[in-house]
Every structure is written in structure tokens, then in C-alpha cells.
């Protein structure tokens, strides 16, 4: 029923296979459970580090630090600035690709019909730009944002939703279409601009990143693999016809034209995507859970900056 | 979780139905399948193909296919309870995954 094989092929390095030998503190709880009465100091001591270790505290500037390292380290010539080309950053034919598709740049459409969107007002006069920061210029690597109000994140997508209801219009779709094309043109006035997510001193937001990050992390799916297991370890390499990107600037790209589509998708299009993939059934397309996963994301590619929208195959 | 797995395959190996199964039988496995799967939908840990194997299982039932219905109810539930045991297990294994 699960291909064992594509399941075991999944697991990082240093990733203990639930069950196996090195599945952390299984040998030692064994042994302290059949020791002798005066090593129970011993043991109670172990056994209360180790959960100490397990509740360990998400520390968001210390993980960002060591997810980034990873990177620069499996990748040391990829520019830091070039981790938001995905898989042009880290495959020479693919770039070469890239480089001719970039002649005539498939997302030119939806920036002209994001733009144009952009200008035309609601029907009570209001505008996109009303609702943002600095009109909405030089704003998009901002997003995901924690917001106090409802104590949730907020994503770009989101936000844009919020301000069509707030001034009597009807939400978009947003994976594509529309959304995709506003989020296009944000996107390109924040080109080169670094993510520079916050979390407020608010422990609903490091909740929320928190949770983000257990989505990462966590193996789902029939595959029984996690967002991770195919961009962490084993990306720049091949997986059917694709070059697996980087976690680190996944989203700097986003929204993108991806030919295989023939169309634009958001950030969330393409998450949803992936979740098909390991044929782990996609949540809604707003689920909170997706917004924590894309706040985790994001925070982790601080300094990195946004190249969108782009193009794939 | 493996050896759940390999008890899952083995179940659902061995509840092909020997001899036929009744409308009654299948009607039952069908409704068990879809409680099994909503379960695992509110945990938002379902599975692409537990949604198949569910609608394979009706596609069946509506032909009047009482043994392909309730093998496919049965293929269903198994992977629906999988599902959510993959999630449950995953609420404490993830942090062995984290880069450090």
C-alpha cells in the first residue's frame, strides 16, 4: 500500500527512521528501565533532560541561522542573492533554459492585467493601495505578517482578500488568476528587496511560527514524506523530470508562470501542489495551518531577496 | 508505524472476500470508510488515496459491485486510520528532522 522503498529513500541524514537502532534515547530508556535501584538517579536525571530537550523552545533567529548555513554549505558557489531561482540557482542546464525563456517572460500578461487591476478603483471609489503600507510599493517581502487583531498570520493573498471585503468586494480565487497578477506586480516592485519577516513579541506569533515549522518538518501523504524531505537534503537533484529547489528562498520566486500549469499560481497553488504530490490530501487554500507553514518559510529566507514573479517549467 | 502498515497490507489482504459480500455488508463497510475518513479530514491528515480508494468504493456500490464496493470501503478504511496515525506519530517524531 505505501511504497516502502520511496518511503526510506526520504529520510534525511542524521534523521533517526522511526523504529531503527538510532531512533534517539530508544536503547538508553531500555537500559535504565532494567537497571539497578541506585542508577535510578542516574536515569531520572537522563530521562528528565530529555524532556527538557524534547519541549525545546523554538528560538526563530537560531533556527534561521542554522537552516541558512545548511544551505551555503551544500551550495557554497550559489550566490546568496540567487536562492529565490529555485531550481535555475542550482542547475547549470536548467539556467541556460531559464536564461531563453527570459527573452519574452511568460508572466508579462499577468503583470500587465495585475497593473491595470491595480489602478482601477473599487465600486466605492477606494483603491488596492489604500490598504497597504507605502501604497503597496516595495511592501510584498513583508509578507506573511503576524496580526494582532485576529492573533493570525496574514499572507500576502490574504491580505489582498481583506482589503476587497473591507471595501464590499468579493474575495478572489487565491491560487491563481487574478490574485496571481496583483501579487505579480507587488512582487516585481519589491524585486531585490530581502524578506524581512517579523514576529512580534506576541506568543501567538511564535506559536504561529512554530507550527509552520512542525508542517515542514512533519511526514504526510500516503509517501509518508515532508516538505524537507525533498528540499532540504536532496535539493539541486533530479526527481523525475525536476530539479528540486532549495527550501531557502522557495517562495522569493512566487507568484510564478509554471508552463506544466500554463498559467500563474500563487505561493499556496504551488504548496498544494507539492501536498498532491506526496498524495497527502490539500487543506483550504487560506487554512491557517498553510499561512503558519508560509510565515516559518519566509522567516527562514530573511535576507534573501525576492526575484518574483518567475517563471518555471 | 511500519508495523502498522505491514498489519494494514496484511488486513486488507486478507479481507477480500472469500465469498461474496451482501448489499448489507457493503453498504456497512462504505459508511464505516466515510466515518474513518472524516475523522482524518478534521485531523487535516487525509490521504489523496484513501479519497480514491472511498470513490472507488461508491463508483461500486451505485453498480450494484457489492464485493468490489466493500473491498474498496475496506482498502478505505485502512488508509484512513493509517492517516491518522501517521499524523499522530509525526506530532512528537518531527523535531528529530530539524536542521540544527
Same mark, same amino acid.
Given at each position: 500500500?505505501?511504497?516502502?522503498?520511496?518511503?526510506?529513500?526520504?529520510?534525511?541524514?542524521?534523521?533517526?527512521?522511526?523504529?531503527?537502532?538510532?531512533?534517539?534515547?530508544?536503547?538508553?530508556?531500555?537500559?535504565?528501565? %532494567?537497571?539497578?535501584?541506585?542508577?535510578?538517579?542516574?536515569?531520572?536525571?537522563?530521562?528528565?533532560?530529555?524532556?527538557? @530537550?524534547?519541549?525545546?523552545?523554538?528560538?526563530?533567529?537560531?533556527?534561521?541561522?542554522?537552516?541558512?548555513?545548511?544551505?551555503?554549505?551544500?551550495?557554497?558557489?550559489?550566490?546568496?542573492?540567487?536562492?529565490?531561482?529555485?531550481?535555475?540557482?542550482?542547475?547549470?542546464?536548467?539556467?541556460?533554459?531559464?536564461?531563453?525563456?527570459?527573452?519574452?517572460?511568460?508572466?508579462?500578461?499577468?503583470?500587465?492585467?495585475?497593473?491595470?487591476?491595480?489602478? @482601477?478603483?473599487?465600486?466605492?471609489?477606494?483603491?488596492?493601495?489604500?490598504?497597504?503600507?507605502?501604497?503597496?510599493?516595495?511592501? %510584498?517581502?513583508?509578507?506573511?505578517?503576524?496580526?494582532?487583531?485576529?492573533?493570525?498570520?496574514?499572507?500576502?493573498?490574504?491580505?489582498?482578500?481583506?482589503?476587497?471585503?473591507?471595501?464590499?468586494?468579493?474575495?478572489?480565487?487565491?491560487?491563481?488568476?487574478?490574485?496571481?497578477?496583483?501579487?505579480?506586480?507587488?512582487?516585481?516592485?519589491?524585486?531585490?528587496?530581502?524578506?524581512?519577516?517579523?514576529?512580534?513579541?506576541?506568543?501567538?506569533?511564535?506559536?504561529?511560527?512554530?507550527?509552520? @515549522?512542525?508542517?515542514?518538518?512533519? %511526514?504526510?501523504?500516503?509517501?509518508?514524506?515532508?516538505?524537507?524531505?525533498?528540499?532540504?537534503?536532496?535539493?539541486?537533484? %533530479?526527481?523525475?523530470?525536476?530539479?528540486?529547489?532549495?527550501?531557502?528562498?522557495?517562495?522569493?520566486?512566487?507568484?510564478?508562470?509554471?508552463?506544466?500549469?500554463?498559467?500563474?499560481?500563487?505561493?499556496?497553488?504551488?504548496?498544494?501542489?507539492?501536498?498532491?504530490?506526496?498524495?497527502?490530501?490539500?487543506?483550504?487554500?487560506?487554512?491557517?495551518?498553510?499561512?503558519?507553514?508560509?510565515?516559518?518559510?519566509?522567516?527562514?529566507?530573511?535576507?534573501?531577496?525576492?526575484?518574483?514573479?518567475?517563471?518555471?517549467? | 508505524?511500519?508495523?502498522?502498515?505491514?498489519?494494514?497490507?496484511?488486513?486488507?489482504?486478507?479481507?477480500?472476500?472469500?465469498?461474496?459480500?451482501?448489499?448489507?455488508?457493503?453498504?456497512?463497510?462504505?459508511?464505516?470508510?466515510?466515518?474513518?475518513?472524516?475523522?482524518?479530514?478534521?485531523?487535516?491528515?487525509?490521504?489523496?488515496?484513501?479519497?480514491?480508494?472511498?470513490?472507488?468504493?461508491?463508483?461500486?456500490?451505485?453498480?450494484?459491485?457489492?464485493?468490489?464496493?466493500?473491498?474498496?470501503?475496506?482498502?478505505?478504511?485502512?488508509?484512513?486510520?493509517?492517516?491518522?496515525?501517521?499524523?499522530?506519530?509525526?506530532?512528537?517524531?518531527?523535531?528529530?528532522?530539524?536542521?540544527?
Amino acid at each position: 500500500m505505501v511504497p516502502r522503498n520511496l518511503k526510506s529513500a526520504f529520510y534525511l541524514v542524521g534523521e533517526a527512521r522511526p523504529g531503527s537502532a538510532a531512533a534517539p534515547g530508544r536503547a538508553w530508556r531500555h537500559w535504565c528501565s %532494567r537497571s539497578a535501584i541506585a542508577l535510578n538517579l542516574v536515569c531520572t536525571l537522563l530521562l528528565v533532560s530529555a524532556a527538557a @530537550k524534547a519541549a525545546d523552545k523554538s528560538e526563530p533567529e537560531t533556527d534561521r541561522k542554522a537552516f541558512q548555513a545548511f544551505f551555503f554549505a551544500k551550495f557554497p558557489h550559489v550566490a546568496k542573492d540567487d536562492f529565490g531561482n529555485g531550481p535555475y540557482a542550482v542547475n547549470e542546464a536548467m539556467r541556460k533554459q531559464w536564461k531563453e525563456i527570459m527573452e519574452f517572460p511568460p508572466y508579462e500578461i499577468a503583470l500587465d492585467e495585475g497593473h491595470a487591476e491595480w489602478e @482601477k478603483p473599487f465600486a466605492n471609489g477606494k483603491h488596492y493601495a489604500d490598504c497597504f503600507d507605502n501604497k503597496g510599493e516595495g511592501v %510584498r517581502q513583508t509578507y506573511p505578517r503576524f496580526v494582532a487583531e485576529t492573533g493570525q498570520v496574514e499572507t500576502l493573498e490574504g491580505a489582498i482578500n481583506r482589503c476587497r471585503v473591507e471595501n464590499g468586494e468579493k474575495p478572489l480565487d487565491p491560487m491563481t488568476g487574478t490574485m496571481a497578477s496583483l501579487t505579480a506586480a507587488m512582487a516585481e516592485s519589491s524585486r531585490g528587496k530581502p524578506f524581512a519577516i517579523t514576529i512580534p513579541d506576541d506568543p501567538r506569533a511564535l506559536a504561529a511560527y512554530e507550527r509552520g @515549522k512542525e508542517f515542514f518538518y512533519s %511526514r504526510k501523504g500516503q509517501l509518508g514524506v515532508s516538505c524537507a524531505s525533498c528540499h532540504m537534503s536532496p535539493a539541486g537533484e %533530479r526527481m523525475r523530470g525536476d530539479i528540486l529547489a532549495p527550501a531557502l528562498g522557495i517562495l522569493a520566486a512566487m507568484p510564478i508562470y509554471r508552463s506544466d500549469w500554463g498559467s500563474m499560481g500563487t505561493s499556496i497553488r504551488r504548496i498544494s501542489t507539492c501536498s498532491s504530490q506526496t498524495r497527502a490530501l490539500p487543506l483550504k487554500a487560506d487554512d491557517e495551518d498553510y499561512r503558519n507553514l508560509e510565515y516559518f518559510l519566509s522567516y527562514m529566507s530573511n535576507g534573501i531577496p525576492i526575484v518574483g514573479p518567475g517563471t518555471r517549467p | 508505524m511500519i508495523r502498522a502498515i505491514i498489519l494494514a497490507a496484511g488486513l486488507a489482504f486478507l479481507s477480500q472476500p472469500a465469498f461474496a459480500a451482501t448489499q448489507a455488508e457493503a453498504e456497512a463497510a462504505l459508511a464505516a470508510a466515510q466515518a474513518a475518513e472524516s475523522e482524518a479530514i478534521a485531523a487535516k491528515a487525509a490521504w489523496t488515496s484513501t479519497e480514491t480508494a472511498l470513490s472507488n468504493a461508491r463508483k461500486a456500490f451505485a453498480a450494484a459491485k457489492w464485493d468490489e464496493a466493500k473491498a474498496a470501503a475496506d482498502e478505505a478504511t485502512a488508509q484512513a486510520k493509517l492517516s491518522v496515525e501517521q499524523s499522530n506519530e509525526q506530532k512528537t517524531v518531527w523535531r528529530n528532522a530539524v536542521i540544527r
